[in-house]
């Protein structure tokens, strides 16, 4: 996995995508796998991609503050629940 070079996927990424991210994550380089997707998608004219980083969580997308009660960000939930809203339509 360290030496996974992920710009060929993403160059053939051809769907809309959304990228999350948390700040205090410790397993993955955050700030250079962000920059990375972002730099590629756009060079590579992707019409509908999202990166998004959030601060203060680990790399479970839990809030990471110690008076926190292990509880996945809300900010994460409401993010991907608007994010797929406005892109899958549900027949009725």
Do not use: C
């Not at 030496?3 to 250079?32: G, M, N, S, W």
């Amino acid at each position: 996995m360290m030496t996974y070079d992920p710009v060929p996927a993403l160059r053939a990424l051809h769907v809309p995508a959304l990228f999350l991210f948390a700040a205090q994550d410790r397993l993955i380089p955050v700030e250079k796998s962000a920059s990375v997707i972002q730099d590629v998608l756009t060079q590579n004219g992707h019409p509908d991609f999202t990166v998004r980083v959030f601060d203060g969580d680990d790399h479970n997308l839990r809030v990471a503050a110690s008076d926190a009660s292990d509880e996945v960000d809300p900010r994460y939930l409401d993010t991907m629940r608007a994010w797929l809203s406005q892109r899958v339509r549900i027949a009725r």
